[in-house]
């Protein structure tokens, strides 16, 4: 069987404003899909309902893995399901180490119907897994040791996304501008990684805003978000043209669309007014 | 003579108190209830101690009548004369490990006790593997002239060494219920390493196996004589009862020049008890000590372990951590007085509130006139599991002198919707990802722990945790 991913008319709120305005989408294992458009248009938010952040609610449409719906789960049971993303921003979790961190989830997420206090994946086998893909990635040995990205600069920490995301070999990938922030050669680096270990291996929906990420990861469609809602859809030329010309055409091609996304970041500037 | 033991089954699920037991034994004197000088009297009879310490012992008990009970704190709703103050426990009950009952091995196998520990809290006093073990110990540090008895033998058998210490650090007027220890005191510690003895492994209460030494009272004294060094470790993380609520120990250490000492307690109270204790050590030229103190359970818990720097160069360090749940307050903390130049200081408290638990931190750093360059440094982070739980800071910091360092951060977290979610993004459940993030909080500590309390630690908090949340 061939996994599909599908996103169905999805509307997304956050305590009363309303982010996401009827997302269609539809992904198959094996496929790149690259998700563009403008700061606050929606992309990040997508991404994390898709995982099932708490703090969004879904007012409308479906999300589904193979039929199933996945909005009655929990986050780590989509996990289980085998749904990733590599966030714009990690938390940080002090005192725990990356390898205690990553070794219980790659445990659940390898036997999906673990139960708490069962026992974890052999430690030399994941001792032996875990060093050969960080040195895949470039990554000192002693990462494994430090606190899960406590303290790690922004390349760090988006390098421990991919490897987390080569841990857990899921099913669909959500990368969440897993090149902002990086020099050019971290930035290569993270996209042959993601090509080595993602690419063909499952769904990805690589969130950018630049076309160095694509280099190696060359999407089958490219979507263009504006004001919460997917306008376009091409191929990969329509990725290369919105990081050439920006989002001009695409915001007078969409007036509804422009308007709705400007509503949206006055409102973030308002909000923002009234806290400070 | 008869010795049985009780599962408690009243406690609440998911609390760590179902895995509460106790053992009931017959004593063979059990003073009446009650506190007055006829009672002190009995107590110093009975063990047959001389004159000075029974009349540091009523002394003491005229000092807990005039003082007033801490104004600050917790509320003590104590009634002093509802409680025996002395009951001298069964010698040689013989009972052995195949006697302890299987569910009471299991819950220790839940808990991952140490295997010698689990002994000696099932009371079992033969067949101790660890006697042999430390019977070999025992010897080597006696050749070495290193002391380690209950304080009780002590009084008896090194009387002169005890009395120029005993009460000395902590003097039966520094607070009601150090007075009231010292007036009925039974059992504890007694150590002296002699100059230049380096103790390299740790020394643990529970090896001690014939003494009272998990009394009510208890009074534990440390010499560490010049360029010596001890890490002594007490207690146990299986919850504990006295019978009956109240534990009021008397911890004093003397750090002689150039000396070292680590003193650790893992406690783990039942929810009945108040656990007032009061700790104290003074810290000579070079010298170093350290306090790592973990409280968990209990009614209330106040707990301030403190170093007196008395010379250049001395070192105080406290660690601790409080874990409070449902109906339990800990009012933890330390203090820290600087009182020669050069003296370095460092404060580490985290607390973890859970269910409506409370903890305070309470610490004090005073650096006295006459001690340029005292460098002191306070951290103390409140981590609160949910709404209802609550945590407090009451940092006390008094600078009598100048150029000293004095540093405090605080913070006070919850555990994020946002570090939840990320965790479960990964596939941990919400159960998995708090125990993870509180393990984590308090890691900084477990890492100074010996590694079977480090173990137990870390159980310790998964079974506090278990049932929490979802
Ligand atoms: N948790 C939140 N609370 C309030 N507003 C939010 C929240 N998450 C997103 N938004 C708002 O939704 C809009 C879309 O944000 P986001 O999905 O982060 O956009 P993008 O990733 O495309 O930049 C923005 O206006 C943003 O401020
Ligand atoms: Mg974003």
């Known amino acids: 069987m061939i996994h599909t991913l599908t996103i169905t008319n999805l509307h997304v709120s956050v305590e009363s404003k309303k982010i996401l305005h009827g997302v269609n989408l539809e992904m198959k294992y094996g496929q790149t899909h690259a998700l563009m458009g403008p700061n606050g248009s929606g992309k990040s938010t997508l991404g994390l309902v898709i995982m099932g952040h708490p703090g969004y609610v879904v007012t409308e449409g479906s999300i589904t893995l193979d039929g199933d719906d996945l909005l009655e789960l929990e986050p780590d049971q989509r996990a289980r399901r085998g749904i990733f993303i590599a966030f714009q921003r990690p938390m940080t979790i002090p005192g725990v180490k990356m390898a205690d961190f990553l070794r219980h989830a790659t445990t659940n997420v390898r036997r999906p119907d673990r139960k708490e206090g069962e026992e974890l994946i052999a430690m030399r086998d994941f001792r032996k897994e875990l060093k050969s893909k960080m040195e895949q990635l470039k990554m000192d040995p002693e990462f494994a040791r430090r606190y899960v990205n406590d303290g790690f600069s922004g390349g760090e920490m988006k390098r421990a996304e991919i490897l987390q995301l080569a841990m857990l070999q899921p099913k669909f990938a959500i990368l969440d501008e897993t090149d902002s922030g990086l020099d050019a050669d971290a930035v290569r680096l993270a996209s042959e990684s993601i090509a080595e270990f993602g690419r063909d291996k499952m769904g990805l929906l690589i969130i950018t805003h630049h076309d160095k990420l694509l280099e190696h990861n060359r999407p089958d469609f490219t979507h263009v978000m504006l004001g919460g809602r997917i306008v376009e859809t091409g191929g990969a030329e329509l990725a290369k043209e919105l990081h050439a010309n920006g989002y001009d055409r695409i915001r007078k091609a969409h007036p509804d669309a422009d308007a709705a996304n400007r509503r949206m970041l006055q409102d973030d500037v308002a909000a923002e007014l009234a806290t400070a | ?470």
């Open chain 2, 1 to 470: 003579m008869s010795t049985g033991m009780t599962i408690d089954t009243h406690e609440e699920i998911g609390e760590i108190n179902k895995y509460n037991f106790r053992t009931e034994s017959t004593a063979v004197f059990k003073a009446r209830k009650g506190l007055d000088k006829d009672i002190v009297s009995q107590i110093s009879e009975m063990k047959n101690e001389p004159q000075w310490m029974r009349e540091f012992r009523l002394n003491s008990l005229d000092v807990f009548y005039a003082k007033r009970m801490p104004t600050w704190g917790g509320d003590i709703a104590i009634d002093f004369q509802d409680i025996f103050y002395y009951l001298k426990p069964t010698d040689h009950q013989g009972r052995t490990w195949d006697d302890v009952p299987q569910e009471i091995k299991d819950t220790f196998d839940k808990l991952g006790i140490p295997q010698a520990e689990k002994k000696y809290l099932a009371g079992v006093k033969a067949q101790f593997e660890s006697e042999v073990v430390y019977g070999s110990l025992k010897e080597d540090l006696a050749k070495q002239g290193v002391i380690f008895v209950d304080t009780d033998t002590a009084v008896r058998e090194y009387p002169d060494l005890v009395r120029q210490y005993f009460g000395t650090i902590i003097p039966p007027a520094d607070n009601k219920f150090a007075a009231l220890n010292s007036a009925v005191w039974s059992g504890g510690s007694f150590i002296y390493v002699p100059p230049g003895v380096k103790i390299e492994f740790p020394l643990q209460a529970y090896f001690r196996i014939n003494a009272e030494n998990m009394g009510q009272f208890e009074r534990t004294l440390i010499i560490v004589d010049e360029g010596a060094s001890v890490h002594y470790v007490e207690g146990c993380t299986a919850p504990m009862y006295t019978s009956e609520s109240l534990h009021s120990a008397v911890v004093e250490v003397i750090c002689k020049r150039g000396s070292r000492c680590r003193y650790t307690t893992i406690q783990n109270w039942a929810n009945n008890i108040y656990n007032l204790v009061t700790k104290r050590a003074v810290a000579y030229q070079d010298a170093t000590m350290e306090w790592v103190d973990g409280n968990l359970g209990s009614k209330l818990t106040m707990k301030y372990p403190a170093v007196y720097m008395m010379e250049p160069g001395a070192r105080g360090e406290i660690l601790s951590i409080a874990f409070s749940s449902k109906g339990q307050h800990q009012d933890a903390g330390a203090k820290l007085v600087h009182a020669a130049p050069h003296t370095t200081g460092q404060i580490i408290s985290k607390s973890i509130s859970k269910n409506g638990g409370r903890s305070s931190y309470r610490g004090l750093v005073r650096v006295e006139k006459g001690s340029k360059h005292a460098r002191c440094n306070v951290v103390c982070d409140a981590l609160i599991l949910d709404p209802r739980s609550r945590s407090d800071t009451y940092p006390y910091i008094e600078i009598l002198d100048q150029d000293v360092t004095v540093g405090h951060e605080a913070s006070v977290s919850r555990i994020g919707e946002e570090q939840l979610f990320y965790l479960m993004s990964r596939g941990l459940s919400e159960a998995e990802a708090s125990t993870m993030i509180v393990n984590g909080f308090i890691e900084p500590l477990v890492r100074e722990l010996p590694m079977e309390y480090a173990v137990e630690m870390n159980r310790l908090i998964q079974l506090q945790m278990e049932g929490s949340v979802g």
